[in-house]
């Protein structure tokens, strides 16, 4: 059983800088992918940045150069540096994980869908 927990969320000016943090642990296999998804009120969970375990990336469109994934296996740590916010990344960010498929290999990294274990969510709220 995955167990992930973030943290790192606030409030920041338009232009400013928040890194995201996810303990992971509970990972059976050796292949997995992990993710970040975002959802503000009213809208749909979007998948914001996702990493298998091989260190292959998925990026969304709208986070494209602003926002950077990565993996820090030896802690059993995923992490999200946002700079450049923008007040339309205002929302609750989710970390994710599936245990045994690498994702973004098959080009489901940024899909919900194909998801099993979720953490609690951390707000982040952009200001203009």
């Known amino acids: 059983q995955v167990q992930l927990v973030e943290s790192g969320g606030g409030s920041v000016q338009a232009g400013g800088s928040l890194r995201l943090s996810c303990a992971a642990s509970g990972f059976t296999y050796n292949e997995y992918c992990m993710g970040w998804f975002r959802q503000a009120p009213g809208k749909e969970r979007e998948g914001v940045v996702a990493i298998d375990s091989d260190g292959s990336i998925s990026s969304g469109d709208s986070v494209k150069g602003r926002f950077t994934i990565s993996l820090d296996t030896a802690k059993n740590s995923l992490y999200l540096q946002m700079n450049s916010l923008k007040p339309e990344d205002t929302a609750m960010y989710y970390c994710?994980?599936?245990?045994?498929?690498?994702?973004?290999?098959?080009?489901?990294?940024?899909?919900?869908?194909?998801?099993?274990?979720w953490g609690q969510g951390t707000q982040v709220t952009v200001s203009s």
């Open positions: 994710a994980a599936n245990d045994g498929r690498r994702l973004v290999r098959n080009g489901e990294g940024r899909d919900a869908r194909k998801y099993t274990y």
